[in-house]
T-cell receptor
Framework: AQKVTQAQTEISVVEKEDVTLDCVYE???????LFWYKQPPSGELVFLIR??????QNEISGRYSWNFQKSTSSFNFTITASQVVDSAVYFC??????????FGAGTRLTVKP | KAGVTQTPRYLIKTRGQQVTLSCSPI?????VSWYQQTPGQGLQFLFE???????NKGNFPGRFSGRQFSNSRSEMNVSTLELGDSALYLC?????????????FGPGTRLTVT
């Protein structure tokens, strides 16, 4: 069975603070894909990143970085120098076949000015 | 390139009625997936269509059905609506055939059942 756990329901930070969103997953598949999506108040899910199970390299994109560790089944997301516009709900997701995605419950991030 | 579009954006229906939601994928994308998002259950996969065929199905009752047309546009139908069907219904498209795995989501249709 596939499962994604985002233990942090809500996080509140002050602008310019760094924040890490945790994601722990469970799967028996050897090939799988992990994703992060951002859902702003408008409701549309915005794709942030995809990682496949064979690529454990960490990735940095501007203020965003991702730490994928198969040994701990984690795929954490860090925002450096957070901004008010980063306020949203962030979802971590897992799929083995690309289209039946299992989402975590989401973490609501509030960045205060 | 235009994104995924969903119509209507908002809908209010009464218990027992049926509803049809529409999704137009990104041009060239042949895979369309549907998800239901509720505060209690979160985001749940409904089904996926690829080249007019249902390829995957989530754990939802038969009242939830869908189809895909030759132009890749997809519709989702819910019959005999229940109060618990009130949710944001999201559609996502991907260029699955090209080996790309990012799903691009539309803005959703917010369905309220009274």
């Amino acid at each position: 069975a596939q499962k994604v756990t985002q233990a942090q329901t809500e996080i509140s930070v002050v602008e310019k603070e760094d924040v890490t969103l945790d994601c722990v997953y469970e799967t028996r598949d050897t090939t799988y894909y992990l994703f992060w999506y951002k859902q702003p108040p408008s409701g549309e899910l915005v794709f942030l990143i995809r990682r496949n199970s064979f690529d454990e390299q960490n990735e940095i994109s501007g203020r965003y970085s991702w730490n994928f560790q198969k040994s701990t089944s984690s795929f954490n997301f860090t925002i450096t120098a957070s901004q008010v516009v980063d306020s949203a709900v962030y979802f971590c997701a897992l799929t083995y076949n690309n289209n039946d995605m299992r989402f975590g419950a989401g973490t609501r991030l509030t960045v205060k000015p | 390139k235009a994104g995924v579009t969903q119509t209507p954006r908002y809908l209010i229906k009464t218990r027992g009625q049926q509803v049809t939601l529409s999704c137009s994928p990104i041009s060239g994308h042949r895979s369309v997936s549907w998800y239901q998002q509720t505060p209690g259950q979160g985001l749940q996969f409904l089904f996926e269509y690829f080249s007019e065929t249902q390829r995957n199905k989530g754990n939802f009752p038969g009242r939830f059905s869908g189809r895909q047309f030759s132009n890749s546009r997809s519709e989702m139908n819910v019959s005999t609506l229940e109060l618990g069907d009130s949710a944001l219904y999201l559609c996502a498209s991907s260029n699955r055939g090209q080996g790309l795995y990012e799903q691009y989501f539309g803005p959703g249709t917010r369905l309220t059942v009274t």
